[in-house]
């Protein structure tokens, strides 16, 4: 009766500590839905999602969350010692003080993906979880924690665990505190048999492994739980779509993405997060994938200090208050140190580490449903940049206010071959040619004349007042438009007839002046464009690399010069009374 006893109260304990991290999970979401928690919207609806869905599971829905299962993962975690920093140290009057101690948030996080399970059969509802955090917020030790339990603990026969990465160092940064801790813990060994080797975790019983993953894996593996670290600096969503497809056989299998946020708005990691970002609004109803992003709503200054907090979880923790403060102000007072600390302390997508629009207020102008017809007859301007025929060719349509100081629209056409689409390092452009986004030509290079008929189409839409383009390949083009009675103006790419428009066009984005329909291949380009002001403050239109192109974005700086030189003409006739 004693050993029954004693098995009885261990069991009660066990209960009570689930439960326990289960009402902090919980009384974190109440929290944050009621604003006692400062948080963004994002992470609002992830908590709401939460709350909803255990109103939801009372009914006829296919879901329940399982106290045991949303605890158990927690208090194994709860088990595992700190790798580095001042919290590894050892307290000989305190024999917990190195072991992880999980913020609310991180509760949160672990009960909802783990907690969650199909009333059918008892597997998890989530077999995707995408977390982002800035940086020093403690996802990597979150990540490893989730890593080794989804290898020893979470009763997979033979469990691949993979840390996935762009690069042996990053990969490390999930695997090697796995491999530490299994190093220092030698109870840990002992209780699920693992062998820990150079390479990788190994429990011999099963055939269990936890290991890296660089680039593309090929096929062949079959992952339990993949764990992408820093998907933010994936050219390519291979990696990803390899370990997911891999699954197929796994009952409860995970993908875990858990990044910061990164600079290319038009890579895979971006893709994936506007995907759960629709699923959080409820636009796209998916049930199997859980989101959480940790940033500022779109109305936030992000120079104010009390934003830090909203977009850093773990504030006052693993990350203080005070360093944070300091590359605040950093950011404020110097613009090359401002992508960098929007991108990694603030999560906001910045793209060009140092670009010169500013994205949110581009962003912001987005008018969701504005079209063309609702311009129809209206005046225009078009800018032209033919660049390279295996490259992008943008040809942007700028219409001007109809009275001083109104607001602009802009809309764009964007062309490429059929064969620089098709290059598999070219997953964008296949996306955005699937979507409609791109005007796609057969053959290996631009058919321009695809691009001579839609000026003259649209120069029976609207009243074209001038098409600007750079003569650099474009000599046949432009004869043959010129011959039917098009307003072809030269207007040569150099600093003195770009910096001003460009200028010119940052004020009107700023202003909220500039509408357009919020095209993600423009969005893309614009968020490309970097610009280093020369001695007398001079800006011309530029990219960090070849693979970031800014075609659009020179196409619409072209129109507006236009536009504003014949501004400037009129206002000399209005001068001298003409």
Not at 234 to 240: A, L, R
Not at 280 to 288: A, K, Q
Request: with cysteine; glycine share 8%.
């Amino acid at each position: 009766m004693a050993a029954a006893r004693s098995g009885g109260d261990a069991a009660d304990k066990i209960a009570a500590a689930d439960q326990a991290f289960v009402d902090t999970a919980n009384r974190y979401a109440r929290d944050v839905v009621n604003h006692r928690i400062p948080a963004c919207a994002y992470v609002i609806a992830a908590c709401r999602r939460h709350l909803d869905d255990l109103e939801r599971s009372k009914g006829d829905w296919p879901y329940r969350f399982d106290v045991a299962k949303a605890g158990r993962v927690c208090r194994f975690i709860e088990l595992l010692p700190h790798t580095k920093g001042k919290w590894a140290k050892k307290d000989p009057a305190n024999p917990r003080a190195h072991l992880i101690t999980l913020a609310p948030w991180q509760v949160f996080i672990l009960c909802v993906v783990f907690g969650w399970v199909r009333k059918a059969d008892g597997f998890r509802r989530f077999r995707l979880a995408y977390i982002e955090v800035p940086r020093k917020n403690g996802k990597s030790a979150l990540a490893s924690g989730i890593g080794l339990y989804m290898f020893a603990a979470d009763g997979e026969y033979g469990a691949e665990v993979y840390a996935g990465a762009t690069t042996e160092k990053q990969a490390l940064e999930v695997f090697r505190p796995a491999r530490l801790i299994c190093l220092q813990t030698p109870k840990l060994r002992k209780r699920f048999g693992i062998q820990v080797n150079a390479a990788n975790l190994h429990v011999v019983a099963n055939g269990s492994r936890f290991e890296t993953v660089i680039g593309n894996p090929g096929d062949g593996a079959s992952p339990s739980c993949a764990i992408t670290d820093e998907y933010h600096e994936h050219d390519t969503s291979s990696q990803f779509d390899t370990m997911v497809t891999g699954m197929g056989a796994r009952e409860q299998p995970l993908s875990l993405v858990i990044t910061t946020a990164g600079f290319d708005i038009g890579g895979p990691c971006y893709e994936l997060r506007s995907d759960l970002i629709k699923i959080l609004e409820g636009v796209t109803p998916d049930e199997e994938k859980f989101g959480i992003v940790y940033t500022l709503d779109k109305d936030d200054d992000w120079a104010r200090p009390g934003t830090l907090a909203k977009a850093n979880p773990n504030i006052g923790v693993s990350v203080a208050a005070d360093f944070l403060a300091a590359r605040q102000r950093e950011a404020v007072n110097s613009t090359r140190a401002r992508g960098r600390f929007l991108t990694k302390h603030l999560n906001l997508w910045v793209n060009a580490r140092s670009g010169y629009f500013d994205m949110k207020a581009w962003m912001a102008g987005a008018r969701p449903g504005l079209t063309l017809d609702d311009f129809l007859g209206r005046p225009c301007r078009l800018g032209l940049d033919l660049a390279s025929k295996v490259d992008i060719a943008a040809l942007e349509i700028l219409f001007p206010p109809l009275e001083e100081g109104g607001t602009w629209a802009t809309f764009g056409y964007h062309y490429l071959p059929e064969a620089t689409v098709d290059l598999p390092e070219n997953e964008r452009y296949q996306a955005w040619r699937d979507a409609g986004l791109l005007k796609v030509t057969d053959g290996n290079v631009t058919d321009y004349e695809v691009i001579e008929e839609d000026i003259l189409e649209l120069a029976d839409r609207f009243e074209v007042l001038d098409v600007a383009y750079d003569p650099h390949q474009a000599t046949m083009l432009v004869n043959r438009l010129v011959k039917r009675g098009l307003p072809m103006i030269e207007y040569r790419p150099l600093v003195l007839t770009f910096s001003e428009p460009m200028k010119q066009l940052d004020a009107l984005i700023r202003d909220g002046k500039l509408e357009h329909a919020g095209c993600p291949v423009m969005t893309w380009m614009m968020s490309n464009v970097v610009a280093k002001p020369d001695k007398k403050d001079n800006v011309y239109p530029d990219k960090e690399k070849p693979a970031k192109k800014i075609d659009g974005p020179v196409a619409l700086i072209s129109a507006l010069g236009r536009a504003m030189a014949r501004e400037e003409a009129d206002d000399d006739f209005e001068y001298t009374g003409m």
